[in-house]
């Protein structure tokens, strides 16, 4: 797409800020190529299509159709957590889910010892994630041996 039309008064505007001979030819100044083109194609790339392999499309959900993947089902106005020991220091926690719409929230805590009442650590604030597009993947180092547990929580107004 090139601009064509363009307004005496946007020309007016557009000189008051740039140097009539910085300003290319096609927007109204005296700036061309060096063949003289005065839509300036030696320094300026106009817009064109948007290839459709750019585009972002609802993907298909392929965590719901692997055999692997633990299913969790999180009701609307309600919290689902999971939680299990990490055995060994500098451990990797990893993650990745899809929900099969809209956003869910999600948050990541850690509790080095929750024999004793200990308020866990909030390793991953909770947050609103949106799967729409693809599915939410994470990895964080677990330095220290305890519990983690994995929030999910649905609040639909």
């Known amino acids: 797409m090139v601009l064509t039309h363009f307004t005496d008064k946007q020309k007016e505007v557009l000189l008051e800020v740039i140097d009539e001979d910085e300003l290319p030819a096609f ?12 839509q300036c194609n030696s320094f300026i790339i106009h817009a064109r299509q948007v290839p459709e392999c750019y585009f972002l499309l609802k ?30 220091s500098d451990s ?3 993650w990745e ?3 099969k719409s ?3 929230g999600f948050g990541l805590y850690f509790n080095e010892n929750p024999e004793n009442d200990s308020k866990p650590i ?28 994995y929030i999910f929580e649905i609040h639909i107004l």
């Open 59 to 88: 993907s298909e959900k392929t965590l719901a159709k692997s055999p692997e993947a633990k299913k969790l089902t999180v009701t609307r106005f309600s919290r689902e957590n999971l939680v299990f020991e990490v055995e060994e």
């Open 102 to 104: 809209r956003d869910i």
């Open 122 to 149: 909030e390793l991953l604030p909770k947050q609103r994630i949106d799967t729409t597009f693809g599915p939410e993947v994470g990895i964080l180092k677990c330095e220290q041996k305890g519990t983690c547990e």
């Open 92 to 94: 990797y926690l990893e």
């Open 27 to 38: 927007l109204g100044g005296n700036k061309t190529d060096p063949d003289g083109n005065p």
């Open 97 to 99: 889910f899809e929900t």
